[in-house]
């Protein structure tokens, strides 16, 4: 999402483009959530140690 009037949407074997108001609030809505969830500097590193951690056994 760039703005508010066009949400273009990666997929495998193409691309969307989504400029229906509705639509875009619906993934405007899905990225406040996702965003609201996110992790960045020291919480994510200490999220990712643990998973390698977790994988490895230790």
Known sequence: ???DAEVTVELVSGHLRVT???EIA???GAFAELA???VSGK???TLI???I???DGQ
């Open 20 to 22: 229906q108001p509705h």
């Open 1 to 3: 999402m760039f703005d």
């Open 26 to 28: 619906l993934y405007a």
């Open 43 to 45: 919480a994510a590193r």
């Open 53 to 55: 951690q977790a994988v």
């Open 49 to 51: 140690t643990k998973a």
């Open 36 to 38: 609201a969830l996110a």
